[in-house]
Structure formats: structure tokens, C-alpha cells
């Protein structure tokens, strides 16, 4: 996984955007945002899970899921290791992270492009 690959998937969700947070490149939907790339360096992603979505992903994924140092991190943000992760890992956790900030409207939107995928 590249951040280039991390880029592409959190702005295939629905109304995702880039922008920039602390000169970080960041992804947000709704004006929240879900993602950050280059934290704490450049080999990471970060992710906004709930705890609980945190501790399950970090339990499933030690060797590319962590949660951020501090209070950030009590709170749900999680390191994405780039270059151990794989595309299905990575695909789960920003859609989790997306369904977490977005407006219920571009969730529902979602849930029925996926009903309709299958």
C-alpha cells in the first residue's frame, strides 16, 4: 500500500475531499475529517474509528493497525503502517472511519451501492 493507494480509496467514498490539517494532507467528508496521510511520518496513514472499531482492527491487524500516542488515540485515531497493509485492510478501516463523520444521508447513499453490488 502506497500513499497514493491510501489517497485513491478515501476519495473513492462519497463526497470525500482533501484537504489540509497541521501540513498534513487530510480527507473529509461533510466537513469532518475521516483521514489523514504523512502522520506520524510519511510510511503512515491515520484513521478516525470509534475505540471500539479501534480495539478490533488493532487486535485483527497488530502489525499494521496502532492506536495514535495521547489522547487522539483514546479517541479512536489509528496509524495505518502503509507498506504492511494491503488494500482490503486499508478499504475497511476508511470506510469505517468515513461512516463514522458522514452526514446519514451519504451513508444510506452507501449502504445502497453496496446492496446493489452484490
Not at 467514498?13 to 511520518?41: K, N, Q, W
Not at 491487524?61 to 486499508?90: D, N, Y
Not at 469505517?96 to 453490488?117: G, H, M
Request: glycine share 6%; hydrophobic share 45%.
Amino acid at each position: 500500500m502506497t500513499p497514493a493507494d491510501f489517497r485513491r480509496i478515501a476519495l473513492s467514498l462519497p463526497d470525500a475531499c482533501e484537504a489540509s490539517h497541521m501540513a498534513h494532507p487530510d480527507f473529509r467528508v461533510g466537513g469532518r475529517i475521516f483521514a489523514t496521510l504523512g502522520y506520524p511520518s510519511n510510511r503512515f496513514g491515520v484513521v478516525m474509528l470509534s475505540p471500539r472499531d479501534q480495539d478490533l482492527m488493532i487486535r485483527d491487524h497488530p502489525a499494521i493497525f496502532a492506536r495514535v500516542k495521547g489522547s487522539w488515540g483514546a479517541a479512536g485515531a489509528t496509524t495505518v503502517l502503509l507498506l504492511q497493509a494491503r488494500k482490503r485492510q486499508v478499504s475497511i478501516a476508511l470506510e469505517v472511519a468515513w461512516r463514522k463523520r458522514a452526514p446519514k444521508r451519504l451513508i444510506a447513499r452507501l449502504t445502497r451501492e453496496n446492496e446493489r453490488a452484490v
